[in-house]
């Protein structure tokens, strides 16, 4: 008994080793660069070097719109304290040209929930055209993310 105890909590332990190694792997490969850059921007240089990665060659670049999220970044600072990093919750390719990525970006007292709509351009580079960032995941994450089921 004691035999297939142990072997069924070795078996657990390499499950789970591989489920967290697979997710680690997964964040990191399945966004952009343009994303990842302007992530580390931010924790570099903060809120506006990110936007203004985010947004380099898309039509929002240079945007006054897209610019003034910075200032919400520094007030959800306020709030939640430094941002300290990412976690990618769910990447889906919506055609051969578009592909949605929700992303809750990690701060010291609370999580901001973001949405960001990437192009494909016809030269291949890819470029952010729109993205959505609350400290309320309902307000820009589907309800099938937010609460795991099927939306109606």
């Not at 297939?4 to 697979?22: A, D, E, G, K």
């Not at 990437?118 to 952010?128: Q, R």
Request: proline share 3%; net charge positive; with cysteine.
């Amino acid at each position: 008994m004691k035999r297939n105890m142990s072997r069924s909590i070795q078996l657990l332990v390499l499950v789970i080793s591989f489920i967290v190694t697979s997710t680690t792997y997964v964040n990191a490969a399945e966004i952009p660069n343009l994303l990842k850059e302007g992530f580390d921007q931010y924790l570099k240089e903060g809120p506006k070097a990110a936007i203004e990665r985010w947004t380099k060659g898309g039509a929002i670049e240079g945007s006054k719109d897209a610019l003034s999220q910075a200032n919400n970044f520094r007030q959800v600072q306020d709030f939640y304290g430094n941002y300290i990093g990412y976690n990618v919750v769910k990447v889906k390719e919506l055609s051969g040209s578009s592909s949605a990525f929700l992303i809750e970006m990690k701060y010291e007292k609370g999580n901001l929930f973001s949405k960001f709509f990437t192009y494909k351009k016809p030269d291949g580079k890819i470029v952010i055209n729109t993205f959505n960032f609350h400290t309320n995941p309902e307000q820009v994450w589907p309800n099938s993310v937010v609460f795991g089921c099927e939306e109606k």
